[in-house]
């Protein structure tokens, strides 16, 4: 066995991993702006720390660095359309929140009125790790807007939290 694995072999495995599926809101100086997210993870309960990747090549890690607050939003599990909607690359702040509703918070953050939850995030740390960035947030405030299930990712395809065992 190989103590060394490549990029393809990794992703393979990272497949067999369920990931929530969430979008990060800020503001620039282009106006609001939004970007899918599956590596979400809480880190600190205090202070209240959560973190994301996002990759080093894309315009959403460079512009993270230029904002003090931003908003992550859970998606539900009938909510893939968003998903797919803020995965696209390159599309203008009016072509991604054209048809989106959504209000600015007290902290000037974009916050989608229709999602299972949001956090609002103070930026804590931006670390680089490899060909991303890992982005540290401390939660200033959160809520649950419509309780339901969450949406997740896995084996390339959206799912739902199934039954407890």
């Keep these: 066995m190989s103590g060394f694995i490549g990029g393809d072999d990794f992703r393979s495995l990272m ?3 369920p990931s929530p599926v969430m979008v ?3 503001e620039n100086e282009s106006g609001p702006r939004g970007v899918t ?3 979400f993870a809480s880190v600190s309960l205090d202070p209240p720390l959560i973190s994301f990747n996002l990759m080093r090549s894309g315009s959403s890690s460079e512009d993270i660095q230029g904002v003090s607050c ?8 009938d909510q893939s359309r968003l998903s ?3 995965a696209q690359p390159d599309l203008s702040s009016g072509v991604q929140f054209k ?3 959504y209000i600015y918070s007290s902290e000037g953050v974009p916050v989608m009125d229709d999602c299972l939850a949001f956090m609002i995030c103070e930026l804590f ?3 680089t790790a490899g060909d991303h960035s890992l982005v540290l947030g401390k939660v200033l405030r959160a809520d649950v807007v419509t309780p339901s299930k969450p949406l997740l990712y896995f ?4 799912h739902e939290v199934g039954d407890s065992m």
């Design 15 to 17: 497949r067999h991993i």
């Design 24 to 26: 990060l809101t800020y």
């Design 37 to 39: 997210i599956g590596s």
């Design 70 to 77: 931003f908003a992550i939003h859970v998606l539900r599990n």
């Design 84 to 86: 797919e909607h803020f």
């Design 99 to 101: 048809d989106i509703d």
């Design 125 to 127: 740390d931006i670390v």
């Design 155 to 158: 084996q390339r395809s959206y």
